[in-house]
């Protein structure tokens, strides 16, 4: 029992140490404030020469600092040229801060099949200017133009001068 008597303590004590915000409206209830941040996300939409219309939307999804992930959308689609195939396509990037990252992409062509990519990039070691780094990629493309698994492996040695 005196041992969750201290525990009780403890939490209570570490939890009214803590700074809050009170803020206060009209009617006289209290509200704490909480600290949001907010990434930046951007859309754009471009009409391409001839008559080509792109519209893309990109962002930050989560960073805390030593770990980030981004993500892109886009579509395309000719307003001249009914041949032309609409595109579809989305990519997430995670980035840690040690350099090591991987990204995940896919693009789909209307008659001509999705490609689907795979990319990663490992820090085996870092020392001051000295980088070495294993990287490796994958992609295929599935139905329409069906295509045979690309893959590469890289072995990488940086010095900055």
């Not at 080509?52 to 001249?80: C, P, W």
């Not at 990629?137 to 990488?156: E, V």
Request: glycine share 12%; proline share 4%; net charge positive.
């Amino acid at each position: 029992m005196q041992k969750v008597l201290i525990a009780a303590s403890l939490c209570l004590a570490v939890a009214l140490a803590l700074p809050y915000d009170l803020v206060g409206d009209e009617q006289g209830q209290h509200y704490y404030l909480v600290p949001v941040s907010r990434e930046r996300r951007e859309t754009k939409w471009d009409i391409q020469d001839p008559g080509k219309l792109k519209i893309q939307h990109s962002g930050t999804i989560f960073n805390n600092g030593d770990h980030k992930l981004k993500g892109e959308a886009y579509g395309s689609k000719s307003l001249v040229d009914r041949r032309d195939p609409a595109v579809f396509a989305g990519k997430l990037d995670y980035n840690h801060n040690s350099g090591s990252g991987l990204s995940v992409s896919a693009q789909h062509k209307e008659h001509r099949g999705t490609r689907v990519g795979v990319e990663g990039k490992y820090n085996l070691y870092r020392n001051g200017p000295f980088h070495a780094d294993v990287s490796g990629k994958y992609d295929r493309t599935y139905g329409g133009a069906s295509s045979n698994p690309s893959f590469s492996t890289h072995l990488t040695g940086t010095v900055d001068f």
